[in-house]
């Protein structure tokens, strides 16, 4: 079983999504058929609670710069929003995330932690997709 998940995990990894959701918010990914949708998220400094722009960096959010422009607090904290507007629009990043995921943060760890029915259940589908 261990090996299935290891195997499972990263498959996964490897699609990084690149030809989904090209002229759309949700849909299918061409290259793993997982259906993701776009999350939109915003960088804030944790100190002065000023945006800060972002980057993603291995599927993360993270701020561009080290430091906040504003305040030089380090710290920071990810808002995820439901729509980019106009003034947001300079900051805002977004991530194709698998649509059923999208509460988790971290998938992969969820999947790991999980035991009995659930976890089966999960993995069923994208094993089926590789025989
Ligand atoms: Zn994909
Ligand atoms: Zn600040």
Known sequence: MKNILI????KKNKCAHKNALLYSDSGYCPDCGQYLVKNYYLVRCSRC??????????GEVFPRDKYCSNCGAKEFYIEKID????????YAVY???????MQELHPEVQIWVE??????????????NTI
Not at 49 to 58: F, G, L, Q, S, T
Not at 115 to 128: E, V, Y
């Open 7 to 10: 195997t499972f995990i990263e």
């Open 83 to 90: 729509k980019v507007n106009f003034v947001d629009a300079n």
């Open 95 to 101: 991530l194709k995330e698998i649509a059923n995921e």
């Open 115 to 128: 035991t009995g029915d659930k976890c089966a259940k999960q993995l069923k589908n994208p094993i089926q």
């Open 49 to 58: 609670d000023i945006k800060r722009e972002a980057k993603i960096v291995w």
